[in-house]
Each structure stands twice: as structure tokens, then as C-alpha cells.
């Protein structure tokens, strides 16, 4: 009776057990920790200067291009220069940077959005969360399934046409920044 008593709470111990490793598991991917993201991102968002859209991305300018400046639309050719990180929660460490052309629908959902509401020669840092960047399954050997990831982000140019569906406008351009045709010299 002992012995049968003992390996029923063996066995309900073992599962439990079990069950909080795969619990811990779900919580810290490869040793990164997911809840820590989580609330170090709602953290960042009770800092000044900081942005938080519906969509859970937060942002903040750190300079700002003309406000008449062109800003893209999802699938407008643009140069950036990017630096990307982990969360300081999780070590900071940086694992990408350069500076590339891409259009905002080739990149991920964090950066698509960010990108069609700055203006070229505006520079933001992004707080990313997971689901608006790799989500469950990470990138590679450096960005771990669930991370929150930290981007500092410059549009350097915004490509494509000088009117029309490539970019949009905020602000009107102002007569003093239009370019003055010349008049034509006469004979």
C-alpha cells in the first residue's frame, strides 16, 4: 500500500514538474526571456517622446525631416540606414545594421508601418514586439522565436516619382523650397 502511495505522488510530482518546465519553456526561448520583452515594452511606453500605435509599436523621433518631406507608401523604393538589437532586458545585442534599399512591403510588419508614417530624413528608434517582427519561429541564429526587437531607422531617400501613388505628402511644399523655372533666354 506505501509503495503504491509512493509512486502516485512520484508520478504527480514528475508531472508537475513537467509541466512547469514546459511552462518556463514557453515563457524563456533559448534563453531569452519573452515576459521580460513584454514588460520592458510597456515600460518604454510610459517614457516621454514615446509613440504607441493600436497595432502595439511604439517609436520615438529622434530627428525629423522637413515636414514637407516625401513619405512612402508600401511598395515605394526607399535607402535606409538601420541598426538592429535585442532589448536591453535581454543583453542589447546588436545583430544587423547597414544601410540598404528596400520598399516598406518587403520588410517586417513593424517596419512597413513605421516606414509609411516617416518622411524621408527622419530617424526613429522602433520598439518592435514579436508578433510585429519574427514572431514564434525568430530569425536565425541571433534573433531568438518571441523577441522583441529594438531599431534605430533613418530614410535617407524616398525613390520613385515626383507625384502620383509612389509617395504621399503630410504637408504641402513650400514656394520657397519649389524649384523656380527659369525663363527662356531670348534670341
Known amino acids: ?15 508537475h514538474s513537467l509541466v512547469e518546465v ?11 526571456d519573452v515576459e521580460a520583452d513584454k514588460a520592458w ?9 514615446v509613440t504607441t500605435l493600436e497595432s502595439g ?4 523621433v529622434l530627428k525629423s525631416g522637413n515636414a514637407w518631406a516625401k513619405s512612402p507608401k508600401a511598395a515605394t523604393s526607399c535607402t535606409c540606414k538601420y ?10 545585442k546588436q545583430f544587423d545594421a547597414g544601410e540598404i534599399d528596400f520598399a516598406p512591403n518587403q520588410v517586417i510588419p513593424g517596419w512597413t508601418e513605421a516606414m509609411q508614417l516617416m518622411k524621408e530624413g527622419d530617424e526613429w528608434e ?16 541571433d534573433i531568438p522565436g518571441g523577441a522583441a526587437l529594438v ?21 504641402p511644399i513650400p514656394d520657397e523650397k519649389k ?9
Open 57 to 60: 509599436l511604439r517609436y520615438k
Open 126 to 141: 522602433l520598439y518592435i514586439p514579436s508578433e510585429l517582427g519574427y514572431g514564434e519561429n525568430g530569425a536565425g541564429a
Open 22 to 32: 514546459g511552462a518556463a519553456k514557453k515563457k524563456k526561448k533559448a534563453g531569452h
Open 83 to 92: 541598426a538592429g538589437k535585442l532589448t536591453p532586458v535581454n543583453g542589447g
Open 179 to 187: 524649384k523656380k523655372k527659369m525663363p527662356k533666354a531670348e534670341l
Open 41 to 49: 515594452l510597456e515600460g518604454i511606453s510610459k517614457e516621454e517622446g
Open 151 to 171: 531599431f534605430t531607422m533613418e530614410i535617407k531617400k524616398v525613390h520613385g516619382k515626383k507625384s502620383g501613388v509612389d509617395y504621399k505628402r503630410f504637408e
Open 1 to 15: 500500500m506505501h509503495s503504491v502511495l509512493r509512486r502516485t505522488v512520484f508520478v504527480s510530482l514528475l508531472l
